[in-house]
């Protein structure tokens, strides 16, 4: 409340002052009608009342607050008003949202301590507040082997005794060996225990904030003030701690081993690394991600299941489905159930808020929109090839998948519009943002979905719901590991690629360190597809390639990716924020492109196929064309991109031109809806999809007569000609031998029937 003036020369209340002064109080008031206080200036608060203070200042900070609740409402550091209410007048737990303040300047006092216990568990390779909710779900060697160890292996059965026993005594093995695989296994272990850092520095931060907010409540009901508070916090935390050090709870009383085990769980809990229940789905999941097959489709478990369940609990409506949250909400512990109400109402007022950004990606000059996974690439079959690639040639106009979307403007606050007369849009990632992004991926997915499910399921909800859940389990990192298994058994290359990228990783230790290095330093995409026409043998050169992504400076003699429309390099887009953040940034960003080309075939989802890596094949004759090797294929794609002309004109530039022209543009504008004036949706939807269908067929017809003009004028160069004359005579080789064979058989029919 304010100070009346008059009460300044009040002999009792100068008195005071003076008092509050020295010790620091701001505002003070002997107006004992309207804030009783005892003699000391305390505030008199009664039984079944609370203290509310309303701030009429911003001029706020976590140390001015601290001492707020540490001196129980004894110190005003803020201008406030004080009043008086009874438990109906209060809309929210007032202890819960103290106990929260005192949680998060905890966590913050927190983090030195956090830091020198993460840097111990660097050290000895695991957690150490809690071995059982660790972050890396792998076996790891315990220790270090010696010569003794070789030995025995070595002696250990009659198949080393007859193998491994004459090495290891010939070349004196076992005084070199346990070296070299000592050292590869401290390589090999970096990224792992680097992990586990990680994981026991935040873990340390929740924990020891937990704790301390504990022990502070406790105090609080103790009616603990000042230094007997800060003493009674100091003594209790100390022993939980010493439950930390020594890994032992003997002879400390039950209320330290319940605020020890609840902290622990609380701390495994905010990293998403609590232990899963082996009876439960999710814990025979991880049981069979033990296994070392299980481990290529399951790299990680317990975490991913966790944040998919965290997700799941602020979910309205499928929260309640969950029982240990039904569990939660009838908790007789109030803050247990508190926290599962809050649950809901802060993920209903996200879900909403992220639906209205969501539905507006319809609207072009939206400020922001939410974009979702774009056409569907799960699955197999041409349909799905046709998405991948249309998301490709998305990806080269600047479109993000998963990412908020914001209008881009000029100097002067105005909206910057492209060729095609769409504005200009800035991407940014939200992939990262777990759990909330499992919320937003859903509904931007189901946004997109709705309108690609076909005029007949329009109103097919459960559809578009079933398909959007469905993209955002299989588009999740950590669980992309099963859908390439699956795609695996239809496709022996992309087997292939699954081992090669495990053996990578498993090669060089700190794989996503070095990748996020490699796209720092170097944008350029390089080309890892595997060539059959490689003379390499196929296992090296797919492990190669994978490890030109993950080691910085490698490119293991790959070339670039390209596009072969434009021919412009391919770049990994760079981490929103200064370029310095660039090294393990999770949130990347993009920028439109103002290419009219790509924006025509991208508005009207017309997905063109690259260039073949191969020639004149013929469909079920084995070696009957020319097969490409990956330099070979980036020599044609950058000569149909650049050297291939019509008229003097390359690809990009004719397709420029013929979209520009007024029958092409009208097309265009009737395609995206406009001046489609009938009343019969179906009739909307047919003219829409006419107008697409005579774009994409002139653009088709164009893309095809380069791609042939291409192929001969490249195959007629002179470092090409070899190619040709070995395809043109393996060609008659299968021709003539084709006619001997034939005529043959033809004479033994003749034979046989006379």
Do not use: C
């Not at 299941?305 to 965290?310: A, D, E, R, S």
């Not at 200009?424 to 499992?438: F, H, N, V």
């Amino acid at each position: 409340m304010a100070i009346d003036k008059k009460n300044r020369l009040d002999s009792v209340n100068l008195q005071q002052t003076s008092k509050y002064i020295k010790d620091g109080l701001t505002v003070v008031s002997n107006n004992t009608d309207i804030v009783p206080r005892d003699e000391n200036g305390n505030i008199i608060v009664q039984d079944g009342s609370y203290i509310v203070i309303e701030p009429n200042s911003f001029n706020i900070n976590n140390n001015a607050m601290l001492k707020i609740l540490d001196t129980q409402f004894n110190y005003f550091k803020f201008p406030a008003q004080i009043r008086e209410v009874q438990d109906e007048d209060l809309e929210f737990n007032t202890d819960e949202f103290i106990k929260g303040w005192k949680q998060f300047i905890y966590m913050s006092e927190s983090l030195g301590d956090a830091f020198n216990i993460a840097r111990k568990a660097f050290k000895v390779n695991e957690n150490i507040l809690d071995r059982g909710a660790m972050v890396s779900d792998a076996q790891r060697v315990s220790r270090n082997i010696n010569a003794e160890d070789v030995r025995n292996f070595a002696d250990q059965n009659i198949v080393t005794r007859g193998t491994v026993k004459p090495f290891v005594d010939v070349f004196l093995a076992d005084a070199w060996l346990p070296s070299i695989y000592n050292n590869f296994r401290r390589i090999n272990g970096f990224g792992s225990r680097m992990l586990i850092t990680e994981d026991e520095f935040l873990k340390q931060v929740n924990f020891r904030g937990y704790v301390k907010a504990e022990a502070w409540e406790q105090g609080i009901r103790k009616n603990l003030q000042g230094e007997q508070l800060k003493k009674y916090i100091t003594t209790q935390t100390e022993k939980v701690f010493k439950i930390v050090d020594t890994g032992s709870t003997k002879k400390m009383p039950k209320s330290i081993r319940d605020m020890y085990k609840k902290a622990k769980d609380f701390a495994a809990e905010a990293t998403f690394t609590k232990e899963l229940d082996p009876k439960s789905f999710s814990g025979r999941i991880q049981n069979f991600a033990q296994h070392p097959y299980g481990r290529v489709v399951f790299p990680f478990v317990r975490t991913p299941l966790n944040i998919l369940k965290t997700q799941m609990r602020y979910t309205p409506v499928v929260n309640l489905f969950m029982s240990e949250y039904r569990q939660a909400l009838r908790s007789t512990d109030p803050n247990i159930a508190a926290r599962a109400r809050g649950e809901m109402y802060l993920g209903g007022g996200f879900a909403l808020s992220a639906a209205l950004i969501a539905r507006d990606i319809e609207n072009p000059f939206a400020e922001i929109g939410m974009t979702g996974g774009g056409p569907n690439t799960v699955g197999f079959g041409d349909t799905t090839e046709a998405n991948r690639q249309l998301v490709k040639q998305k990806k080269e106009e600047g479109w993000q998948p998963y990412s908020f979307r914001f209008l881009v403007r000029d100097s002067n606050g105005e909206i910057v519009l492209t060729k095609s007369g769409k504005p200009k849009y800035k991407y940014i990632s939200y992939k990262r943002l777990d759990p909330w992004s499992g919320t937003f991926m859903l509904l931007a997915d189901f946004m997109d979905i709705e309108g690609q499910i076909g005029s007949q399921q329009t109103n097919d909800i459960a559809t578009a719901i079933t398909v959007s859940i469905a993209r955002n389990l299989t588009d999740r990192t950590y669980i992309r590991g099963l859908t390439e298994v699956a795609e695996a058994i239809h496709n022996p290359f992309a087997l292939q690629t699954l081992l090669a990228r495990r053996a990578a990783n498993i090669i060089n230790p700190v794989a996503g360190l070095g990748r996020s290095v490699q796209r720092a330093t170097d944008k350029t995409k390089l080309d890892t597809t595997y060539y059959p026409a490689d003379e390499m043998n196929t296992g090296i050169r797919q492990v190669l390639n994978e490890l030109a992504r993950t080691i910085p400076f490698y490119n293991a003699n790959l070339e670039p990716d390209r596009n072969w429309l434009t021919g412009s390099v391919v770049e990994y887009p760079s981490g929103f924020g200064p370029d310095t953040f660039d090294i393990l940034n999770p949130f990347t960003a993009t920028n439109t492109k103002d290419n009219y080309v790509l924006s025509v075939i991208n508005d009207l989802n017309i997905s063109l196929q690259p260039p073949k890596k191969f020639f004149f094949r013929k469909q079920g004759i084995q070696g009957s064309g020319i097969e490409l090797t990956s330099k070979q294929y980036a020599s044609y794609v950058k000569y149909l991109a650049f050297n291939t002309k019509e008229d003097g004109q390359r690809l990009i530039v004719s397709l420029y031109k013929r979209l520009n022209e007024s029958d092409m543009k009208a097309y265009y504008k009737t395609a995206m809806g406009e001046e489609v004036n009938s009343t019969n949706q179906d009739t909307m939807v047919g003219v829409q999809d006419n107008a697409r269908a005579k774009i994409s067929k002139e653009i088709k017809k164009i893309v095809g007569d380069y791609k042939v003009k291409a192929r001969n004028e490249w195959l007629r160069l002179p470092e090409n000609r070899k190619l040709f004359g070995k395809y043109t005579a393996n060609i008659e080789a299968i021709n003539n031998e084709t006619t001997k064979a034939t005529v043959t058989n033809l004479e033994k029919l003749k034979r046989l029937g006379n």
